[in-house]
Nanobody, 125 residues
Framework: QLQACGGGLVQAGGSLRLSCAASGRTLSSYLMGWFRQAPGKEREFVACIKWSAGSTYYADSLKGRFTISRDNAKNTVYLQLNSLKPEDTAVYYC????????????????????WGQGTQVTVSS
């Protein structure tokens, strides 16, 4: 089970750190991803991390402002959001691809089979 938290209301230019804690089993071989969905829009890939290697991949449009990381000991993945803009307002979801060879990065939501409940990020102008 994935539990996301850390969202909130922040002014443009501010920062937030989202957390996604996993319970039940370790994430050692998974691909972990963050997605977001704004009202009326499709779910959008943000970033992913290979849990075992720690290597990361980002949506081009978000690279440089957002950082994904993980803490093995806490079985938690993070998403640091910096220089936030009003267009970053969305519900942010963490997800896991549990059957994962470790080779490729995946950006399509439908290949991830475990999802957290989402956490709302609202950026005011």
């Amino acid at each position: 089970q994935l539990q996301a938290c850390g969202g909130g209301l922040v002014q443009a230019g501010g920062s937030l750190r989202l957390s996604c804690a996993a319970s039940g089993r370790t994430l050692s071989s998974y691909l972990m991803g963050w997605f977001r969905q704004a009202p009326g829009k499709e779910r959008e890939f943000v970033a992913c991390i290979k849990w075992s290697a720690g290597s990361t991949y980002y949506a081009d449009s978000l690279k440089g402002r957002f950082t994904i990381s993980r803490d093995n000991a806490k079985n938690t993945v993070y998403l640091q959001l910096n220089s936030l803009k009003p267009e970053d307002t969305a519900v942010y979801y963490c997800a896991a691809k549990t059957v994962y060879s470790g080779t490729y990065y995946y950006t399509a939501p439908n290949v991830y089979d475990r999802w957290g409940q989402g956490t709302q990020v609202t950026v005011s102008s």
